[in-house]
């Protein structure tokens, strides 16, 4: 009898997580000589904990063919990170027991660089454990903050969205500049990593002289620097477009943003990055302003989605069952990026181990020597990323139509666990 396979979502989703859920599961259905049934984690890895797993073989083919253009987590996802194997080994032992009753064999965990590290922390100790599972890291991050890949799915979708509403938000302002708002403030995603605030840079262009400032995360705020930059722009054009990653830092090392809270995996809680930028901008310059958090709304645009990036994130999801059935253990499937123009990609794969807990920021050639532009190589490694058009389809009302799946959980075999 083939082995089954377990399939889970981790960590924030994006517009295009549920393409590679499609890619998988699809994939694992092309050889059902070789896996059996695919089971999903209800809310991450901790529906293997909690033993919530949903049978997907109770979706049709349609149903999962319909996730390729449905945003958000369809089986839902968790921020939870395994302890290691000392600090925490009931975990472990309860994974193991989960796999073994429901005889699986092939482990996805479709997520960002802490999703990684529990697969690697999985596969490492599966076998210690005795019971062998081949776990395979599906990459996942609109940070696009994991190393070796080019590029992470979900990326090229959330940068498209930051592109084009940094291009319309500053057509707004400039038609109302004279009278009112003077300078605009959007904050996006990005702890550590400026990729997505990079992308508010493709708003200008040969053909569209947008003056944009970016704050990014691998810059120490400098607030002198900075509003003379504004001030500049203001007095060339009128108005001024700011987009301010969420990881802006002092130079002492603390978030503009910083609450004084953390999250489940250790992280400090952010939030407030845009008010606090344009208050200063009020105090300094005395401009009026408007800001906006771009929040969920960036990561959840599946109308907007990139082609390339719907094609990839399917893509590493067809790739992990294809390279599990090769053999192929604690591993990711990469975006190898063979030529700009054309752009040409391919897939290739990166041991976990060097995957696991490595956060891969911007390098300082794609940054503007004044650290508040991007340049052109940024915008040669950006543009491919975005480009494209795959619209959901949509109904009569003008509503896209997204898929809602059954999520059937299996009737349960084991004794109760707490997480």
């Known amino acids: 009898m083939p082995k089954n396979a377990f399939y889970a979502q981790s960590g924030g989703v994006t517009a295009v997580i549920n393409a590679s859920a499609c890619g998988v599961i699809e994939a694992c259905r092309a050889h059902p000589d070789k896996i059996g049934k695919v089971y999903a984690g209800k809310n991450g890895i901790i529906g293997a904990l909690l033993e919530e797993l949903i049978d997907t073989?109770?979706?049709s083919d349609e149903a999962i063919a319909a996730l390729k253009h449905t945003p958000g987590g369809a089986f839902g996802s968790c921020r939870y990170k395994?302890?290691?194997?000392?600090?925490?080994?009931?975990?472990?032992?309860?994974?193991?027991?989960?796999?073994?009753?429901?005889?699986?064999?092939?482990?996805?965990?479709n997520g960002g660089g802490d999703s990684a590290d529990t697969c690697y922390k999985v596969s490492q100790l599966s076998e210690k454990m005795g019971f062998p599972v081949q776990a395979i890291h599906v990459p996942k991050t609109v940070d696009n903050?994991?190393?070796?890949?080019?590029?992470?799915?979900?990326?090229g979708s959330v940068a498209k969205y930051i592109a084009v509403s940094t291009r319309e938000a500053s057509y707004d302002v400039r038609s109302m500049a004279r009278t009112s708002t003077k300078v605009f403030v959007l904050e996006v995603m990005?702890?550590?990593?400026?990729?997505?605030?990079?992308?508010?840079?493709?708003?200008?262009?040969?053909?569209?002289?947008?003056?944009?400032?970016i704050l990014f995360p691998e810059i120490e705020f400098d607030r002198e620097a900075f509003m003379a930059k504004v001030k500049e722009n203001v007095?060339?054009?009128?108005?001024?477009?700011?987009v301010v990653s969420e990881g802006c830092k002092w130079p002492d090392g603390r978030f503009l943003a910083e609450q004084g809270t953390r999250d489940a995996f250790g992280h400090a809680q952010l939030g407030g990055a845009a008010p606090v930028v344009a208050n200063m901008i009020k105090e300094d310059l005395g401009y009026k302003?408007?800001?906006?958090?771009?929040?969920?709304?960036?990561?959840?645009?599946?109308?907007?989605?990139?082609?390339?990036?719907?094609e990839q994130a399917y893509a590493v999801g067809r790739a992990a069952v294809e390279k599990a059935l090769e053999g192929k253990n604690s591993i990711m499937p990469t975006i190898v990026r063979v030529s700009n123009d054309p752009y040409k990609w391919e897939i290739g794969e990166a041991p976990?181990?060097?995957?696991?807990?490595?956060?891969?920021?911007?390098?300082?050639?794609?940054?503007?020597?004044?650290?508040?532009?991007?340049?052109?190589?940024?915008?040669?490694?950006?543009?491919?990323?975005?480009a494209g058009e795959a619209y959901p389809p949509y109904d009569e009302n003008g509503m896209p139509k997204y898929v809602t799946l059954k999520n059937e959980l299996v009737e349960k075999k084991l004794p109760a666990f707490e997480v």
């Open 57 to 59: 073989s109770k979706e």
């Open 82 to 109: 395994l302890k290691s194997l000392e600090e925490n080994k009931l975990q472990y032992e309860r994974l193991m027991e989960v796999f073994k009753a429901y005889d699986i064999g092939y482990f996805f965990y």
């Open 145 to 155: 903050d994991l190393p070796i890949t080019d590029n992470c799915p979900g990326f």
């Open 190 to 213: 990005g702890r550590h990593a400026g990729w997505i605030a990079a992308a508010g840079g493709l708003a200008a262009d040969e053909e569209n002289d947008i003056p944009v400032v």
């Open 235 to 242: 007095e060339k054009y009128d108005y001024c477009t700011v």
């Open 289 to 310: 302003y408007h800001w906006a958090v771009a929040d969920y709304l960036q990561r959840a645009a599946r109308h907007l989605a990139s082609k390339t990036d719907v």
């Open 352 to 386: 976990l181990e060097k995957v696991a807990n490595v956060e891969k920021f911007m390098p300082r050639d794609f940054i503007t020597e004044d650290g508040f532009g991007i340049t052109d190589a940024c915008r040669e490694y950006l543009r491919p990323l975005i």
